[in-house]
């Protein structure tokens, strides 16, 4: 395929978004909208503190003692490791649904087993990546907010108004550490995991391709980024739009059905109480079950986009990838044109 520009790609990841999820199928939408939903929300979960277990030690410690400071500390020990295995496991989860969805808008199916075991062995490799990646950030942070930090207590140590400068220098350091962290989130998801994943190259190999690229079209390359962060406010707002229609098409039937139970039965007797809160229930159920699916199926729609966005992009300069996106011509042998002179 050829070479797309940050523009040119937004209409080829309309149509294959388009083409994944038309017709409309409710169960279609609700599975890929948990595919891409969880592969987004993978970049959300950062590992809990570890250093942190001697803090409640020291807050129970003073007000508990005997029995029922070992059991409080006890209790905290438990949510926290309850706490850090879910935050493994969703880490795992997303980052395998990563891979998922991103085979899934590439070859243009909706088969989710298939693709969760074709996927299997660039797991390891990529979430090995991705560690890597969280601790040049944990390493990059504290360079970034060292010295704002001790600005910021030498002032307040000696009574300065110079705190206030310290304050912000403090907030353009997260800023900017923020700033890095997105940036490099999006290279290393649509630039390196294409390699990982399609090429089946190792994390240097496909780091030191993804690089080669921005090195060829730095413009082009910041570009994206800047149309990819344009498009994420405009989805955005969509979303939001589309989030406010859900809650009345879902809310308004329900309410008015809870409020007509309300009238008719709160003078009657226990059973009509019974009949009226149980209905409430059944009503919150619904209401609930409307927003899931409603979220699900919003996810779907724009994370898919986001998903083809990316892939169209980086197919022109990547040709395995854009073999995959747009197939080229087959060849027919024998049937080759023969030039003779005579």
């Known amino acids: 395929m050829r070479v797309l520009s940050a523009t040119e790609a937004i209409t080829p990841a309309i149509d294959r978004a388009k083409a994944l999820l038309q017709p409309f199928v409710l169960g279609r939408w609700l599975k890929l909208g948990l595919v891409a939903l969880l ?8 590992f809990p503190p570890l250093g942190g277990s001697s803090q409640p030690h020291q807050h129970f410690a003073a007000p508990w003692s005997g029995a029922a400071g070992g059991a409080a500390i006890l209790a905290i020990a438990v949510v926290a490791v309850i706490g850090l295995v879910l935050t493994l496991v969703l880490f795992y989860l997303g980052s395998r649904m990563q891979l998922v969805l991103m085979d899934l808008v590439a070859t243009r199916t909706t088969l989710v087993a298939p693709a969760w075991h074709r996927t299997a062995s660039r797991t390891w490799r990529w979430i090995g990546l ?3 990646c969280f601790l040049a950030f944990v390493i990059l942070m504290g360079i970034l907010l060292a010295y704002p930090i001790f600005l910021l207590a030498h002032a307040f140590a000696q009574n300065k108004a110079g705190a206030v400068g310290g304050f912000a220098l403090f907030f353009v350091a997260i800023f900017l550490a923020v700033f890095v962290a997105a940036l490099v989130a999006w290279f290393l998801r649509d630039f ?9 190259a190792r994390p240097g190999d496909a780091l030191r391709s993804a690089v080669f690229i921005a090195r060829c079209e730095p413009g082009g390359v910041l570009f994206y980024f800047f149309m990819k962060f344009v498009l994420m406010l405009a989805a955005g707002i969509a979303c939001e739009l589309c989030f406010v229609l859900a809650v009345l098409a879902c809310g308004i039937p329900t309410g008015a059905i809870g409020a007509a139970m309300w009238f008719l039965l709160r003078h009657s007797g226990p059973l009509a109480h019974a009949i009226m809160y149980g209905g409430f229930a059944l009503l919150g159920v619904v209401f609930l079950t409307g927003m899931v699916c409603s979220i699900l199926c919003i996810s779907a729609a724009v994370l ?11 197919g022109g300069r990547y040709p395995q990838l854009g073999n995959l996106l747009e197939p080229p011509p087959p060849t027919m042998p024998g049937l080759e044109f023969q030039y003779d002179p005579a």
């Open 39 to 46: 592969a987004e929300m993978s970049g959300q979960f950062a």
């Open 130 to 132: 991705k560690v890597l």
């Open 192 to 200: 390196v995991l294409p390699f990982i994943l399609f090429g089946d």
């Open 304 to 314: 898919i986009f986001y998903q083809s966005y990316a892939l169209y992009f980086v």
